[in-house]
């Protein structure tokens, strides 16, 4: 029994340091995009400096990513906070708090937020606001995290985090449907656009730039 305590307690501090591991991947962004060339074990060669070239642009994607991974998880922060403080929830802004913060782990942090509101709710409801019962108020918290959660997924991370790696808003929602049958829920969602932007780079460099230089290079031939 205490195995599987401190087991979920590491799993639950795992997920509360990845906000603070992303913040130093951030901040350090520059030195890591200068630094792979010191990063890859072979010698200088025309193929290194092909795969220390393309990790660059990837880890560009990734950076990118990330920061918009920020944005997004801010602005359903701000939505949760302000609809909780509507809904009448204790502390409902605090908890939006924790959800911008939170948010940047996908699903994860939304139940983490979650579970506290859903409490808190259950024992607001006692007072019956809005003419609610207690599992009514709980009802309506939980629908205003889902709807919070469908904006996120339809329009905010789409857009937002799409743009900022140079992916169309279908591609994104479609990549993460793609991935997450493909490597599991919450695996291939968290993934999805970090792995479709390096497809992207990768077929770009080798497949599309490489084809469109050979039908250059015929059509000047047949010129």
């Not at 801010?74 to 609809?83: E, K, M």
């Not at 007072?127 to 309506?140: M, T």
């Amino acid at each position: 029994m205490l195995e599987k305590l401190l087991g979920l307690f590491g799993i639950i501090l795992g997920f509360a340091m990845v906000p603070i591991y992303l913040y130093y991947f951030l901040k350090e962004s520059d030195g890591i995009k200068i630094g792979w060339t010191n990063y890859i074990p072979l010698k200088a060669s025309k193929f290194k400096d092909e795969v220390v070239d393309t990790l660059r642009e990837i880890n560009g994607y990734l950076i990118s990513f990330f920061r918009g991974q920020v944005l997004v998880a801010f602005i359903d922060g701000i939505l949760v906070g302000i609809a909780l403080t509507i809904f009448q929830l204790p502390y409902g802004l605090l908890i939006g708090v924790f959800m911008a913060f939170l948010g940047i782990i996908p699903y994860i942090g939304n139940i983490i937020c979650l579970v506290p509101a859903c409490i808190i709710a259950y024992f607001r409801g006692f007072d019956h606001p809005y003419g609610l019962s207690e599992w009514g108020y709980v009802i309506g918290v939980l629908a205003i995290f889902i709807i919070v959660q469908q904006i996120n997924s339809l329009v905010t991370a789409p857009k937002i985090v799409g743009d900022s790696v140079g992916l169309h808003p279908m591609t994104v929602i479609f990549s993460m449907l793609f991935w997450s049958l493909l490597l599991g829920g919450f695996l291939g969602a968290l993934l999805a656009v970090p792995l479709t932007a390096a497809v992207k780079v990768l077929f770009r460099r080798y497949i599309w730039d490489r084809q469109t230089q050979e039908d250059a290079e015929s059509s000047s031939l047949l010129a």
